[in-house]
Structure formats: C-alpha cells, structure tokens
C-alpha cells in the first residue's frame, strides 16, 4: 500500500501579512500622536513621498516627510483624533493601507475640522514592512 504523503510548502500567510502592516500604520500613527519622530524613521523607506492633494504637496525623503509631522505638531495642537479601521492588501512584497480619519486642532487662533482617508503603499524589504508612498484625501464637503 502507498501512503500520501503531504509536504509543506512554504506560503506567505496573508493574515499575518496583513496584521503586520496594521501594525506599521497604527505605529506611525502613535509616533507622531506622541510627538516620538525618530521612531518614525523605521517605518518609512528611505525615499518615501508624501504626495498630499490639497494640503502641502509633494514631500520627498524620510527625513522630510518626518519634519513634516514634527512641522505641524509643533505649529497645531490636535484637539481630536479618530481613526477608523485599517483596510490592507497585499501582494507580495507590496501592501495598500487604507483608513479613515477625522481631526480637530487649533493652530493659533484658528480651529480646524477635517476628515478624510490615509492611503499609503508598504513594501516589504528584509522582512520588515515601510511606507514608500502616502497620500491624504480630504473628503470633499
């Protein structure tokens, strides 16, 4: 009698996957929150862009795209902040992060209310995931 005999193949697990790239969004999330910027250098590539219709246009470099959080926290107070479940897919060793956020904040005298969507694109290089590429959407209104 022949028996079968099954062999693992190794596969990327999607779930796991996925649950490391919510991971990398809410950990840059909780960065710039927290006004922690060098943690932030982790989770960005190196030649990350910030493309940002709307808001301030295109910011190329991690550096750069870390003085822009440090910028606006250091210029705004955020007063709220909510941000709605991640949605991701991946493709090997490409991932789409999409969330929903609103945010109050008062710069100066003025008080601001907007919300909208993040999309950023993760690559995953030496078995870490980074953001190469974000972009805000404001919700029109």
């Not at 479940?85 to 493709?91: C, E, K, L, M």
Request: glycine share 8%.
């Amino acid at each position: 009698m022949v028996s079968k005999v099954e062999i693992a193949m190794p596969g990327r697990d999607e779930r796991a996957e996925v649950a490391q790239v919510r991971d990398v969004v809410s950990r840059l999330t909780a960065a710039w929150r927290e006004q922690r910027f060098e943690a932030m250098t982790e989770l960005l590539h190196e030649e990350v862009v910030f493309e940002s219709p709307g808001f301030s246009g295109r910011i190329q470099g991690r550096r750069a795209c870390v003085d822009s959080y440090r910028q606006f926290m250091a210029a705004a107070t955020v007063l709220e902040y909510v941000e709605h479940a991640v949605a991701v897919q991946t493709w090997g060793a490409t991932a789409v992060a999409r969330t929903h956020w609103e945010m109050a904040w008062r710069q100066g005298d003025a008080s601001q209310r907007e919300d909208g969507h993040d999309v950023m694109v993760l690559t995953r290089d030496g078995g870490n995931w980074q953001v190469v590429w974000r972009t805000l959407v404001p919700t029109a209104g």
